[in-house]
C-alpha cells in the first residue's frame, strides 16, 4: 500500500477501511489516479478482514470527474481505450463484496458522480453538489451513468439529471433519492465512520449475503430473485457466527462475530 501515491487504504480493527482520494485539488480521474484505484480496488478485495469501506476524500472535493487537460491529449482512440476502464473501476467498486460508503464532500461531477453511485449508500455534506455534466460537453455519461442512476432514481428523474446536466445541491439529491443522508460538513466523516461501524458490527457473513442477494435480484423476477435470496440465506446456516449470536442472545451478551 506504502506504493500508492494518489490514493491511501487504511482499516481499523473493527473491519472499517477507508479509501481516500489524494489527488489535489479536485482528484480528476486522469491515467495515475484511476491506476491506483484499480490496484487499490484488487487490494481491498482481497482483505478478508474488510466488513465496510468508506470512499472519502482528504480534499475540498470528492471527485470532479475526468481530467479535461488530460483528455485534451488524448486521440479518440485513447479515449475508446479510458473510458472503458473508467467504466470498469466503477463496476469494481459496485461489486465489492462488503458494503461500501461513499462520504461526499464539495462537488462529484461526471465520473466523480459516477464513482458515488457505484456505492451502495451516499451520504452527502449539506454543502456538497453532484450531478451527470456530460451533455454540457457534448458526451454522455460512460462508467455506468445511464445505468445506475435509473435503478436508483427511476428514468424520469434520471433523464432530468442526464439530460439537464446540471449540478443538484446536497438537499435536491436527498429528495431525489441520490444521496441517502445529508449531514453538516463538519460531520461528514463522523457520520460516515459511525454508519459503517454499525454495518461492520453485524455478521460479516451475513451482511455479505445479503448484498449479494440484493445486487443479483435486483433486475430478476420476483419468484427467481426470491430463489437467490434462498440461496444466499442456506450460506449463513452452518457458520459460526450463527452460532455465536444464538449463544449471545442466550447468555444476554453482545455477540462476538468472526466472519466465517
Known sequence: MSELRVVRIDRDDRGVARLTLARPPVNALGRELVDELERALRLLTADTAVRCLILRTDGKHFCAGADLKERRTMSVEDVRRFVPRLAGLCDGLAGLPFPTIAAVRGAAA??????ALGCDLR????DASIGLREAA???????GGTQRLPRLIGPARAKRWILGAAMHEAEQAL?????????P???????????????????PVAVRLAKRAIDR??????????RIEWQCYQETLSTHDREEALAAFADKRPP????R
Open 256 to 259: 462476538r462475530f468472526e466472519g
Open 110 to 115: 461526471g465520473g466523480g458522480c459516477e464513482l
Open 217 to 226: 435480484g435486483a433486475d430478476r423476477p420476483l419468484d427467481e430473485a426470491l
Open 175 to 183: 429528495r431525489d433519492g441520490v444521496a441517502d443522508r445529508v449531514v
Open 185 to 203: 460538513a463538519a460531520e461528514l466523516d463522523a457520520a460516515a465512520e459511525e454508519l459503517a461501524a454499525t454495518i461492520a458490527a453485524n455478521g
Open 123 to 126: 451520504i452527502l455534506a449539506d
Open 137 to 143: 460537453l457534448a458526451i454522455i455519461p460512460g462508467a
